[in-house]
T-cell receptor, first 114, second 113 residues
Framework: GAVVSQHPSWVICKSGTSVKIECRSL??????MFWYRQFPKQSLMLMATSNEGSKATYEQGVEKDKFLINHASLTLSTLTVTSAHPEDSSFYIC??????????FGPGTRLTVL | AQTVTQSQPEMSVQEAETVTLSCTYD???????LFWYKQPPSRQMILVIRQEAYKQQNATENRFSVNFQKAAKSFSLKISDSQLGDTAMYFCAFIDYGQNFVFGPGTRLSVLP
C-alpha cells in the first residue's frame, strides 16, 4: 500500500520555540493532506486540510497563526507549531489523500514542550 | 453535522474468540463511506476495513467483517479468532463526498491470552 512518512517521530523543545513537522507521501502524489491532533486516550481531531499550492483550511478553534501549514509540493506538507507552549504537547498525525475516500496515515509525531 | 458514536470505551476478549465492536453514526447524506481503523500502541493508524454505503453486501477482510445496517445507521466490526496482535484502539470513521473524516471516540480492545 501507499506509504506516508513523518519527521521527526518525536521532538522535545523548550517553551517559546518553533517546531516543524514534515509529512511526506513516499510513493504517490497527494493534492490534499490532513493534519490531526490526538490527545492521550482520545480520538483524532482534524486540525486543518492542506491543499498543494493554496492556503490551508483550518477547523474551527484551530489558530492558523499558531499552526502554520505549508503544502509546497504534491508530496510534502509541513506543520510548524510556532512559539510552542506546554499545552501544545500532543501527538500529531498527518494523512495524505489518494482518492476522495482513501487516506493513508503517517506514523505520527510526538511533541513535548517543556 | 456528521457524528460517529462508539458506545464501548473498552472491551476485552479471550484469544481465539469472537468480539463485536459497535459504531453508530448520524448523517443526512445517502452516499458515504465507513471505515474501521486500528491504532496499536505504536500509534500508527491502520485501515482495517471499509464499506461503501451504496453496497448492501457487508465488507469482509479475512478475520474482520462488518454488519452494516444503513437504515439504523449502524456499522459494527466483528473480529473472529481474536489474536493477541489485535489488541489496539479501534476507531470507527465516516466520510461523505466533499467532506473530511469524522472519527468516533474509539474502543480500546484487549485480547487476553
Amino acid at each position: 500500500g501507499a506509504v506516508v512518512s513523518q519527521h521527526p517521530s518525536w521532538v522535545i523543545c523548550k517553551s517559546g520555540t518553533s517546531v516543524k513537522i514534515e509529512c511526506r507521501s513516499l510513493d504517490f502524489q497527494a493534492t490534499t493532506m490532513f493534519w490531526y491532533r490526538q490527545f492521550p486516550k482520545q480520538s483524532l481531531m482534524l486540525m486543518a486540510t492542506s491543499n498543494e499550492g493554496s492556503k490551508a483550511t483550518y477547523e474551527q478553534g484551530v489558530e492558523k497563526d499558531k499552526f502554520l501549514i505549508n503544502h509546497a509540493s504534491l508530496t510534502l506538507s509541513t506543520l510548524t507549531v510556532t512559539s510552542a507552549h506546554p499545552e501544545d504537547s500532543s501527538f500529531y498525525i498527518c494523512s495524505a489523500e489518494i482518492s476522495t475516500d482513501t487516506q493513508y496515515f503517517g506514523p505520527g509525531t510526538r511533541l513535548t514542550v517543556l | 453535522a456528521q457524528t460517529v458514536t462508539q458506545s464501548q470505551p473498552e472491551m476485552s476478549v479471550q484469544e481465539a474468540e469472537t468480539v463485536t465492536l459497535s459504531c453508530t453514526y448520524d448523517t443526512s447524506e445517502n452516499n458515504y463511506y465507513l471505515f474501521w481503523y486500528k491504532q496499536p500502541p505504536s500509534r500508527q493508524m491502520i485501515l482495517v476495513i471499509r464499506q461503501e454505503a451504496y453496497k448492501q453486501q457487508n465488507a469482509t477482510e479475512n478475520r474482520f467483517s462488518v454488519n452494516f445496517q444503513k437504515a439504523a445507521k449502524s456499522f459494527s466490526l466483528k473480529i473472529s479468532d481474536s489474536q493477541l496482535g489485535d489488541t489496539a484502539m479501534y476507531f470507527c470513521a465516516f466520510i461523505d463526498y466533499g467532506q473530511n473524516f469524522v472519527f468516533g471516540p474509539g474502543t480500546r480492545l484487549s485480547v487476553l491470552p
